[in-house]
């Protein structure tokens, strides 16, 4: 949390409404059709026990089930089918598919159904495809950036400050209380009582302690055992029908704060380019050391790709200035008069205190195309610092970098070196080194002989 | 549910620095009847484990220890280089059923008995089910907590036990989530530290690892997965730390009540609550001690209370942030940097307009 966070929270307290802290959105705007998951859990195991889903604009398909612990999952069946018809639906239109979900509680909860379904042989293979594309879901979720699914307190919270803490704001209905304030009341007021009910797909206790009392009546076959299970599926109904409302409300919240999007175009295409791959082949997740890699360089790349996006919002960007990762710099000369293909050299002026690029970073003017090499950094006479930079791409742009011009400039230049490094992992997979593929060599008990640290440091190196 | 045993000390660790709630715990307050005496209503939320979570918990804890502990040991033996059906086990709970204050004497004598042995180089059992400890926060006074693991394996690398907890929630592909192990880890903090007291009295406490052994269900029903055996350094520190500031309380206490016994609720003034984010979902005073600090800092979370100051009032960092004549140091030195935070997000909200 930053200075602006702090005074945004104080203000949002004193004017009893959240304040927007960017001007740019998380998640791009929605497909013509996107889809809502409300789930209800089993407390304490996320066994699934009840869902609302279908298109966000439409009343939900309920999905009920009274025995979850059952081993029979056919009841699953209509979301399988409604799950199967969206995502392969809007593929094929070639479109990436948007699935709104109301908390990551629930992303566990599908996540787990998933590692259930994908691959168990007594399931239908509707329910293990199910399994299968929430395997594929979940994982694209996992990937900064990802625009397929959006979790609502999420990108609410990401956008705006409330006048309670964040611990506080994890309760999606609570945080509502800020972004949505009811008429004449207190937000702080209606977060708390709203926070006394749990948000996170499971039911009201009440709900809860009634079905568990009507459990063990649902068993019988007996016309009280079918009074029991309509009973159990009427109250997990309320309850998911509740977390659906939630949903929608935080939706449309989110959608109320008019953030732009324009800037998450090439990430929309990544997401769907994923999707695409993952949902026509189904991989299972990497187990060998170079598909771990392999996954850790995708993740790094795409946490670096979305930190550099990012910056098209106004209020990232002005925190990174406060960090130095962006600053503004007037161009005061160029080595050349007519600078050619091969790049030419240009001397700026940073004024600001914090500068974080230092000699050999790479560094790009912002909304620009020029970008170049730091050559030398050094303190100027009027202040902050002197820059030699080396302009190494976008010389025909060299307007933009005009003596006397000022601009943004940041050290977020992303690199996408994956291909470079798949090639080197395409070797050590090849050798399979025993370093690493092989078992690790047994442990082998080492006695330190008590004495000076000195001596302590020698037994150890032995 | 009272705060007593390890439930106490571990809420005690999660917010160390409210010695209010360390009154609490000292004095195994029953929450809901405490908030009553405090606030004058009852707590208006949920509270306590649901009876779902409990039917849970106890089904997947029967299913270890049933037969022998048979699926326990299926569990542990390969890790322990045990084989199963080879494993001597005893059964605290089966060997002294009852309530709490009469076998807790009982099954610790019993426990001090086998470490008797184990120091002596006896032969041992391997597994111990639902063994008992006790954890000295001022044993000058005779002040314990008693700690009843759900099981404890004996390491034979180190002759020592290890102590193990068992926990319902589905683990995938061996990991679970990170939110589920904070409980489980802070308990096994204090079992640690507790079986370093035991074994301190037979001279073996040396043997003793900041280690324990988590065992979770796998996403297939009530069967056990596989055992983790995990360093426990950073919630073991943080337990002493707590057993310390319970210790102080304890004898505050004692010195409130020298001339005079006097429940609790009529002292609380002498004990500081220290309100902060890790209250809300841990402790049962949470709202009444926010309302307590309204208008501050510390309403708006730890890290605003780190930036600005805990007692900082809302509308003066306003007026700062909007030019007003800083008058401490703090402010001076804040000043600056709340006016230019101001003016990011009037430019963004022109931005918006716009």
Redesign the interface.
């Known amino acids: 949390?930053?200075?602006?966070?702090?005074?945004?929270?104080?203000?949002a307290?004193?004017d009893r409404v959240a304040?927007?802290?960017?001007?740019c959105a998380t998640v791009a705007a929605d497909p013509p059709l996107a889809f809502g998951i409300a789930a209800i859990r089993?407390?304490?195991?996320?066994h699934v026990q009840a869902i609302a889903f279908g298109h966000v604009d439409e009343q939900p398909s309920i999905v009920t089930r009274w025995h979850p612990?059952g081993r029979d999952s056919s009841d699953l069946a209509p979301f399988a089918a409604g799950l199967d018809a969206y995502l392969t639906g809007a593929l094929e239109t070639g479109q990436v598919p948007r699935i709104w979900i109301p908390t990551t509680a629930t992303l566990?909860l599908l996540?787990?159904m998933g590692?259930?379904f994908h691959s168990n042989k007594e399931a239908m293979p509707e329910i293990q495809r199910m399994g299968k594309q929430l395997r594929a879901l979940v994982d694209e979720a996992s990937i900064s950036g990802q625009q397929s699914v959006a979790t609502a307190r999420t990108v609410l919270a990401e956008s705006v400050a409330t006048?309670?803490?964040?611990?506080?704001d994890a309760h999606l209905g609570a945080l509502l209380a800020w972004v949505v304030p009811e008429v004449g009341r207190d937000p702080?007021e209606v977060a708390?009582e709203r926070?006394?009910?749990?948000a996170a797909a499971m039911l009201d206790?009440n709900f809860?302690?009634a079905?568990?009392?009507l459990r063990k009546d649902a068993k019988g076959n007996s016309a009280r055992g079918t009074v029991a299970r309509q009973q159990i599926e009427s109250l997990l109904e309320v309850g998911v029908r509740g977390e659906w409302q939630l949903l929608i409300e935080a939706r449309s919240a989110y959608m109320g704060l008019?953030l732009r999007t324009d800037h998450l175009d090439s990430l929309v295409d990544q997401s769907r380019e994923r999707l695409e791959y993952a949902m026509s082949i189904f991989p299972n997740?990497g187990r060998t050391p170079t598909a771990l890699l392999s996954e850790l360089d995708r993740s790094e790349h795409a946490i670096a790709l979305v930190e550099d996006l990012d910056l098209a919002d106004?209020?990232t960007r002005?925190r990174a200035r406060?960090n130095g990762r962006v600053f503004e710099a007037e161009v005061l000369s160029w080595d050349q008069p007519n600078p050619r293909r091969n790049g030419f050299q240009v001397e700026l002026h940073v004024p600001q205190e914090i500068l974080r690029a230092r000699r050999g970073s790479d560094i790009r003017l912002f909304g620009g195309k020029i970008t170049a090499s730091v050559l030398e950094v050094a303190a100027h006479p009027r202040g902050g610092y002197r820059l030699m930079v080396e302009v190494t791409g976008g010389v025909r742009a060299r307007a933009e970098v005009a003596v006397g011009t000022l601009g943004d400039w940041t050290d977020s230049a992303v690199k996408d070196l994956r291909f470079r490094r798949q090639r080197s992992q395409k070797f050590v997979k090849d050798q399979s080194p025993d370093a690493i593929y092989g078992e690790l060599p047994a442990s082998r008990p080492r006695s330190i002989k008590t004495g000076s640290l000195i001596d302590v440091v020698e037994a150890l190196r032995k | 549910m009272s705060l007593a045993g390890a439930r106490g000390i571990v809420r005690a660790s999660r917010i160390p620095t409210c010695d209010r709630q360390a009154a609490m715990v000292v004095e195994h307050v029953k929450e809901p009847d405490f908030y009553r005496s405090i606030v004058g209503e009852d707590f208006p939320g949920e509270y306590g484990e649901r009876v779902s979570a409990h039917r849970r918990g106890a089904a997947f804890e029967r299913a270890a220890f049933d037969n022998d502990a048979a699926q326990l040991k299926n569990a542990l033996a390969s890790r322990f280089g045990y084989q199963p059906e080879e494993m001597w086990s005893r059964n605290f709970a089966e060997e002294i059923p009852g309530p709490p204050t009469t076998m807790r004497a009982g099954r610790l004598h019993r426990l001090a008995q086998i470490f008797r042995d184990l120091a002596e180089d006896k032969p041992v059992p391997e597994l111990l089910v639902q063994p008992q400890l006790r954890i000295p926060i001022r044993p000058e006074v005779k002040y314990f907590e008693y700690i009843a693991p759900d099981f404890m394996v004996l390491d034979p690398e180190r002759r020592m036990y290890l102590p193990g907890e068992l926990k319902s929630f589905a683990e995938r592909d061996g990991v679970a989530s990170r939110a589920d192990l904070d409980l489980p880890r802070r308990q096994a903090g204090v079992q640690v530290i507790a079986l370093t007291a035991l074994a301190g009295r037979v001279g073996i406490a040396d043997r003793v690892e900041e280690q324990a052994v988590f065992i979770y269900a796998t996403p297939y029903g009530l069967r056990l997965g596989p055992p983790h055996l995990e360093d426990i350094h950073a919630e073991c520190r943080e337990i002493h730390r707590a057993i310390v500031r319970l210790g102080i309380v304890h004898a505050r206490l004692g010195q409130l009540r020298a001339v005079e016994d006097t429940a609790l609720v009529n002292l609380i003034d002498e004990f500081a609550a220290d309100y902060q984010e890790a209250c809300h979902g841990t402790c049962i005073l949470a709202s009444p001690c926010k309302l307590a600090v309204a208008g501050s800092m510390r309403e708006l979370g730890d890290e605003a209370r780190e930036i600005a100051g805990p007692d900082m009032p809302i509308e003066r960092l306003i007026d700062l942030s909007q030019g007003a004549e800083p008058t401490t140091s703090l402010e001076r030195e804040l000043a600056p940097t709340l006016r230019d935070a101001a003016s990011v997000l009037d430019a963004l909200a022109a931005r918006r307009v716009a």
């Open positions: 949390m930053s200075a602006i966070d702090v005074v945004a929270r104080a203000r307290r004193v304040v927007v802290v960017r001007d089993l407390v304490s195991e996320e612990l566990d996540e787990m590692h259930r006048g309670q803490s964040g611990a506080e702080a708390g926070a006394l009910v749990p206790r809860d302690d079905i568990e009392a008019n997740p106004f209020s002005e406060r």
